[in-house]
């Protein structure tokens, strides 16, 4: 009896053991992966071939870099840096946002788009994008430009600006935008574009359209990217 309680014991230590070992092998490589883009906030942990993690992709500290465009006879736009933010995510390290101001030549269905200098490559599956973004009960419509793993560009219904002040808006990725396939890794996962907003002639009035944008996240499956063998060649030459 008792040599079978110290054969269960030593079993379950074994099993403790291994599983610490595991988890700080895989917080090393999630560490090494993210060493391009930071990870914010990790979300859910080692389970269900799933490891989701909350990268920051844009805080918007650089935003005087931005563009913004629209065809000339709907109106005027420009993109700067301005100071400010929501309390949740304003620090000494993110106090700028990024600021937009439209003005329109006539009352029509125009729209704008709102570009960063390049491209934003995401790693892993995106599940997610988060922002913070400034409404001003317009029923303008938000949207945001993705190309997904194949190079083809997408655009995803956000949702109207009928809010007051400062929001953190949630944009799930639908499936129907493919961001893997099972023989690929290298390029899996979606690259940002952008913004765009689609205007409702009802809401262009004789005053300025403004927009503020804040502390862009991705929630990403990296899953595949952490666990692939160190040594797999990479496709990518």
């Known amino acids: 009896m008792r040599f079978r309680w110290i054969t269960g014991g030593i079993t379950l230590l074994?099993?403790?053991?291994?599983?610490?070992?595991?988890?700080?092998?895989?917080?090393?490589?999630?560490a090494g992966l993210t060493s391009q883009m930071p990870v914010v906030d990790t979300n859910a942990g080692l389970g269900g071939n799933q490891l989701l993690q909350r990268f920051l992709v844009e805080d918007f500290e650089s935003a005087g870099e931005w563009s913004s465009f629209m065809p000339r006879d709907y109106g005027v736009t420009m993109a700067m840096l301005?100071?400010?933010?929501?309390?949740?995510?304003?620090?000494?390290?993110?106090?700028?946002?990024?600021?937009?101001?439209?003005?329109?030549?006539?009352?029509?269905?125009?729209?704008?788009?709102?570009?960063?200098?390049?491209?934003?490559?995401?790693?892993?599956?995106?599940?997610?994008?988060n922002v913070w973004v400034v409404g001003r009960n317009y029923k303008h419509k938000m949207l945001i430009i993705l190309r997904d793993f194949l190079g083809r560009m997408?655009?995803?219904?956000?949702?109207k600006l009928i809010w007051t002040g400062?929001?953190?808006?949630?944009?799930?990725?639908?499936?129907?935008?493919?961001?893997?396939?099972?023989?690929?890794t290298e390029e899996?996962?979606?690259?940002?574009?952008?913004?765009?907003?689609?205007?409702?002639?009802?809401?262009?009035?004789?005053?300025?359209?403004?927009?503020?944008?804040?502390?862009?996240?991705?929630?990403?499956?990296v899953f595949t990217e952490v666990n692939q063998n160190p040594d797999d060649m990479w496709d990518n030459w």
């Open 166 to 184: 400062w929001k953190m808006v949630t944009i799930q990725i639908p499936l129907t935008i493919e961001q893997d396939n099972y023989k690929i």
């Open 154 to 159: 997408k655009f995803v219904d956000v949702e």
């Open 82 to 129: 301005r100071e400010g933010g929501p309390m949740k995510v304003t620090n000494d390290a993110n106090k700028y946002v990024l600021g937009v101001k439209t003005e329109f030549m006539k009352r029509d269905w125009g729209w704008m788009t709102i570009t960063p200098p390049k491209p934003i490559k995401i790693p892993g599956i995106t599940k997610a994008l």
């Open 188 to 221: 899996r996962g979606i690259t940002f574009l952008g913004f765009r907003i689609d205007f409702d002639p009802e809401d262009i009035l004789g005053t300025p359209f403004y927009i503020y944008f804040d502390y862009l996240t991705a929630d990403t499956d």
């Open 14 to 30: 074994v099993i403790i053991v291994t599983a610490v070992a595991f988890s700080q092998n895989a917080s090393e490589k999630a």
